[in-house]
């Protein structure tokens, strides 16, 4: 399994954990683990993509775990959901034009 693919996988997994009624820290973790993971996958399509480029720095900045942005939990659950849908197209999209 690719690097790229596995993040993505995991992000997603981890995201749409949090619709669930999870304690606290599980949403810190989140944070954690995603401000990384969008970080490096900036970093990987930092000179390939500008688009997807864009969107994960922009994620990474909104989830990051230091400066929180206060959204509520119905809109969190909305981005979260939003994350995962992009990440999973994300994955076909990279195979289609891989393959």
């Given at each position: 399994?690719?690097?790229?693919?596995?993040?993505?996988?995991?992000?997603?997994?981890?995201?749409?954990?949090?619709?669930?009624?999870?304690?606290?820290?599980?949403?810190?973790?989140?944070?954690?683990i995603?401000?990384?993971?969008?970080?490096?996958?900036?970093?990987?399509?930092?000179?390939?993509?500008?688009?997807?480029?864009?969107?994960?720095?922009?994620?990474?900045?909104?989830?990051?775990?230091?400066?929180?942005?206060?959204?509520?939990?119905?809109?969190?659950?909305?981005?979260d959901?939003?994350?995962?849908?992009?990440?999973?197209?994300?994955?076909?999209?990279?195979?289609?034009f891989?393959?």
């Open positions: 399994m690719n690097k790229t693919i596995a993040i993505k996988t995991i992000l997603s997994i981890f995201l749409l954990v949090c619709l669930l009624d999870m304690p606290y820290g599980y949403y810190q973790l989140v944070r954690f995603g401000m990384i993971g969008f970080g490096l996958l900036a970093f990987e399509n930092y000179q390939k993509n500008q688009i997807w480029f864009v969107i994960w720095i922009s994620s990474a900045l909104l989830i990051n775990p230091f400066f929180k942005i206060a959204l509520g939990r119905d809109m969190w659950n909305i981005v959901v939003i994350w995962a849908v992009l990440l999973v197209v994300s994955i076909f999209l990279n195979k289609r891989v393959d």
